[in-house]
Every structure is written in C-alpha cells, then in structure tokens.
C-alpha cells in the first residue's frame, strides 16, 4: 500500500516487509523510534508481497469454473 511503517519490536515475521524500508523495526526507546521516522522508503523496491486486492474475484473466478 506503499505506506511507510515503524514497528517497535526486536523482529518480524515479515521481513520482505523491511525491503526498501517500507516497514522499519525500532526499539521500545523514544530516540530510536524519533530516528527511524526519518528513513524515507525506497519507492523503487516497492513490491505487493500480499496481492494486489483483487483475491475474492480470483477465488469467485476458479469456483464457477469448476461448477
């Protein structure tokens, strides 16, 4: 959705998230979480890891084929 995203935690369990700094990780620490906030995304390593919203129409599709 190429909204820019700090999360405050150690780790993530999706780390293509962290690809073109698109979703940063900071620690529980004002100065860290004031600092990343300041990493401006990569908009040209930009992907749609989660699809591109059109997933029900997909499945909708693949169901009546099979009807």
Do not use: S
Not at 23 to 29: R, S
Request: glycine share 4%; aromatic share 8%; hydrophobic share 35%.
């Amino acid at each position: 959705m190429k909204t820019p995203c700090v999360t405050i935690r150690n780790q993530t369990e999706w780390i293509e998230t962290l690809e073109g700094n698109f979703n940063i990780l900071a620690e529980v620490d004002k100065e860290d979480i004031l600092n990343k906030l300041k990493i401006k995304p990569n908009i040209e390593k930009y992907t749609q890891y989660y699809g591109n919203g059109n997933a029900a129409e997909q499945i909708c599709e693949l169901i009546a084929k099979d009807v």
